[in-house]
């Protein structure tokens, strides 16, 4: 049973860099040929793809966040990390990291999700 977990300050301030951490445990980040996906869900609005790490370490990101978003993934741990930078409180949301069977899926493909950690961005 794979189970992911996210992790990380519930609280940032504008302008500064969000930071979240997705541990995965159960099966391996590098199996092929999964994806390892960041989403998030404003308060009141539906789901907003951030991004993925795939099993090979290639990255892809949604091209209305692509400036600001960075995933990159530690190997050794099993983990892979979101960075977002120059956050406002637009950005204020629940995150959370699933796993997908391919590079593009549906919400409704993805097979696990972590609980979701919320992020609020605010002085």
């Known amino acids: 049973q794979v189970q992911l977990q996210e992790s990380g300050p519930g609280l940032v301030k504008p302008s500064q860099t969000l930071s979240l951490t997705c541990t995965v445990s159960g099966g391996s980040i590098t199996t092929n040929y999964y994806y390892w996906s960041w989403i998030r869900q404003p308060p009141g609005k539906g789901l907003e793809w951030i991004g993925y790490?795939?099993?090979?370490?290639?990255?892809y990101y949604s091209p209305s966040l692509k400036s600001r978003t960075s995933i990159s993934r530690d190997t050794s741990k099993n983990q892979f990390t979101l960075q977002l930078s120059s956050v406002t409180p637009e950005d204020t949301a629940v995150y959370y990291c699933?796993?997908?069977?391919?590079?593009?899926?549906?919400?409704?493909?993805?097979?696990?999700w972590g609980q979701g950690t919320q992020v609020t961005v605010s002085s």
């Open positions: 699933a796993r997908a069977p391919s590079a593009h899926s549906d919400y409704d493909r993805y097979d696990y």
């Open positions: 790490i795939a099993y090979s370490g290639s990255t």
